[in-house]
């Protein structure tokens, strides 16, 4: 699928052009519009066929708090309030409603085209987008390892840069007003404070981008945070004054600008180092057709970016840059391709231009040109809640629809959906069974089938380390309950639903601290790096402080490519928290399969074609760890649970068992399906001579 990183970058494209103004604005600079129209040409252009940072993102968030800090600086200087209100009712009013629009119809066309697993991921996007939240709700489906639907599919992933662009909005004005107010109090210049107080913040958040690139590129990329040093350099670019450099030294700084931009994505592959230090390669060649200027020259880089052709897609740049992206996703997840080819990314591409320029002239230019709505900031505020309205009802409507669908179903779904039960010896169907009964989790909350639970760990029960705190939840029980603590990644949270409802019968607590992609190997360094190997230091010492009944963990490793090992945490954790008193529950890991299922079934295959073989050389029926159990045994209670063959009974994978689809993705077994497993796991465990 076409990578997150062009998806980002499209986004900011998109954003940027919607801040700068109109050309009738005071200090309209025809290079600089060029300049936007350029960068997200080669946004579209990268998405479209290449798998590469263009750098675009970048300078439009630059571009955007250039033009933005001439407008507060003019009214600081001349003693003007700095009216944040009116400011975001004016910016909002115009942004929204183009953006509003785009949503609905992406979700409407999801509907129409797409299979019902793309749909509630799809809502969830669209309200972040309404709310200018999406790059948070990125940040948390990238983080979430067992998020099936991974960002890079997101049909509306391209408004987290309008997000970031939408909460920077939303704060400058404020930071300005402080500004002013500081400025009025001690007597100084008001491009002195500003110049203080955005540098101090342009370092702050350019050490953090750096540090957070290189330990989670994948958070930072998104992250508010490390991408306000971009908007805080334009704002301290906008307060350098108007020089005036040699004619051709403008004329070399221009073309300088617009080649460093260019080689970004041709001749850089900066694709895993953004936002981080590399950023300031694309900011550097905006900086330079910034400071250039307007030369006059018909070989100056500013006759090209002043053209009419540029000019255009300056004009169009925050539409093109909306419509492109769900065209794009649309059309690969149709035809279930990785990329476009050469002919269909061309038609995608005219296809964009030509939707952008309606929306533009349609949408857009009468919306910023509405009188009614520019006559007072309230006329604006009252415009955008409408256009809120418009786009947040009918989303939040669809999300209640399939929501609703899914309770009814579960309402009926000890009669209609048995899941692993059905493979019992002595299973005997419901005489109420509906055959026609849908197959649960939906498919429209399918690919969000994971363990949840209603409380997190507080009271005496909280950890001291955030990390652990934040990956830390709970179920209900009195505060003198017995306590099973489950530790692991994804996948072990996943196999404790097995455990949930025998424990909470017996009136047992469980917690489950699930760090994605963080197996519990303490003082291991893993493929997840430094933070999981933190992370699993202070798991280690919290289960030593805490002393829990019971210690549930994943004794055995899987990774699909390989035969299945033992966890390192075995023999270097485990013993100590035996002596403890503890008893371990010691889960055989779950399988994977090859390929996702999903796909298989949208396919409209039977389920016999989607069934997947499980390996018996990778995970043969003797367990791996059966040595290593039978000498931790030295150390304290051990009780096995293997529910292999009761997921891929007799080496196969099928995708539903007793109408309850199994796996989600490729690596994970859905938690209504572990949830079935749950007499099976107590069964298992009593004959292993535990008691609740």
Known sequence: MVSPRHAESARSAAGAPASTGSAAQPGYRP???????????????????????????????????????????????AGRP?????????????????????????????????????????????LGSLLQVQNWVLIQRDADYDAATGIDT?????????????????????????????????????RAVV???????????????????????????????????????????????????????????????????????????????????????????????VLAGSTASPVGADRLLSS?????????????????????????????????????????????????????????????????????????????????????APTLAAQVKLERAEAEAEARAHADNPGARALDPDFTPDPEADDSAPTLPTEATLRDDRISLPEECT?????????????????????????????????????????????????????????????FVPGTMTYAGQECFDHNLATLEYLRELQPDALVLNTTSYRGNGPESVSDAVEDSVPELLDQGTELIALRTLPRVPEDPIPCLEREETEADCAQPLDPEHMPSERTDADALEQLSEHGAVHDVDLTERICPENECPVQIGNVFVFYDTDH???????TLGDEADRQLSESGFRW
Not at 484 to 503: E, K, N, T, Y
């Open 31 to 77: 290079e600089l519009h060029g300049l936007r129209g350029l960068a997200i040409g080669l946004v579209v252009v990268y998405h479209v066929w290449f798998d590469r940072v263009s750098g675009g993102v970048d300078v439009f968030l630059f571009l955007s708090a250039y033009f933005l800090t001439g407008t507060f600086l003019r009214r600081m200087e």
């Open 82 to 126: 700095m009216a944040p209100f009116a400011y975001w009712a004016r910016t909002f009013k115009r942004l929204l409603p183009p953006a509003t629009l785009v949503i609905l119809g992406t979700l409407a066309a999801a509907a129409l085209l797409l299979p019902a697993t793309t749909w509630m991921p799809a809502i969830h996007d669209g």
């Open 154 to 190: 997101s049909l509306l992933q391209h408004f987290w840069s309008l997000s970031i662009q939408g909460q920077v909005f939303l704060l400058w004005p404020i930071l300005f007003t402080l500004c002013a107010v500081t400025a009025r109090r001690l007597h100084r210049s008001p």
């Open 195 to 289: 110049a203080v107080g955005f540098g101090a913040l342009a370092l702050a958040s350019f050490a953090w981008s750096v540090h957070s690139t290189a330990t989670q590129q994948e958070t930072a990329y998104f992250d508010t945070g490390a991408r306000i040093w971009e908007f805080a350099a334009g704002t301290l670019l906008a307060l350098v004054p108007a020089v005036t450099l040699p004619h051709r030294l403008r004329l070399l700084l221009g073309w300088a600008g617009l080649a460093v931009l260019v080689a970004t994505g041709a001749v850089l592959d900066v694709q895993t180092m953004f936002p981080g230090w590399i950023a300031l390669i694309p900011l550097l060649g905006a900086a330079l057709v």
């Open 308 to 392: 009419r052709p540029v000019a255009f897609l300056g004009d169009i740049s925050y539409a093109l840059y909306l419509v492109h992206w769900p065209l794009l996703i649309m059309m690969l997840l149709r035809s279930d391709r990785e990329s476009a080819g050469l002919v269909d990314g061309l038609l995608i591409i005219v296809l964009s231009l030509v939707l952008a320029h309606v929306l533009t002239r349609w949408v857009d230019t009468p919306v910023r040109r509405w009188t009614w709505a520019n006559a007072s900031a309230m006329r604006s505020a009252a415009a955008v809640l409408v256009v809120l309205v418009v786009g947040l």
């Open 459 to 519: 009271g005496a029960l909280a950890p001291a380390d955030p990390s652990v705190a934040e990956h830390c939840s709970s179920t209900a029980a009195p505060t003198d309950a017995k306590v099973m603590v489950a530790v692991g990644s994804s996948r072990l949270g996943q196999a404790a639903v097995s455990l949930i409802d025998p424990a909470e019968a017996n009136g047992w607590r469980v917690i489950v601290i699930r760090r994605p992609s963080c197996q």
């Open 669 to 675: 077994v859905t938690a209504t399906y572990m949830q």
